[in-house]
Nanobody
Framework: QVQLVESGGGLVQTGGSLRLSCAAS????????MGWFRQAPGKEREFVAA????????YYGDFVEGQFVISRETAKRTMYLEMNSLKPEDAAVYYC??????????????????WGQGTQVTVSS
């Protein structure tokens, strides 16, 4: 059983920062890609960022524009999302996901094999 556990969500004021973490545990599996998605109430799940595990190459959703930074620690099998200059429209449940394959279409949620339970990010105005 593979588990992805997110942490680091919470309430932050507009302009503030949060750092999300996603730790992979359970049976050994080869990570090729990990990503972050978010879903706000009444909206579709949206791609935020992904990282190619072996190279550390980041990929970002079009809206990110330098606001978020994705990183990983391979030895800890942990991925991070540093979120800065948060706005109320960034409020959502943030999900991490992992894939045992690599595809350039990192924004495609169907690519991912495992998902975390989500962590809530709330941004007060």
């Amino acid at each position: 059983q593979v588990q992805l556990v997110e942490s680091g969500g919470g309430l932050v004021q507009t302009g503030g920062s949060l750092r999300l973490s996603c730790a992979a545990s359970g049976r050994a599996f080869k990570i090729y890609t990990m990503g972050w998605f978010r879903q706000a109430p009444g909206k579709e799940r949206e791609f935020v960022a992904a990282i190619r595990w072996d190279q550390g190459t980041p990929y970002y959703g079009d809206f990110v524009e330098g606001q978020f930074v994705i990183s990983r620690e391979t030895a800890k099998r942990t991925m991070y999302l540093e979120m800065n200059s948060l706005k109320p429209e960034d409020a959502a449940v943030y999900y991490c996901a992992a894939a045992e394959t690599w595809h350039a279409t990192t924004w495609d949620s169907g690519l991912y094999d495992y998902w975390g339970q989500g962590t809530q990010v709330t941004v007060s105005s």
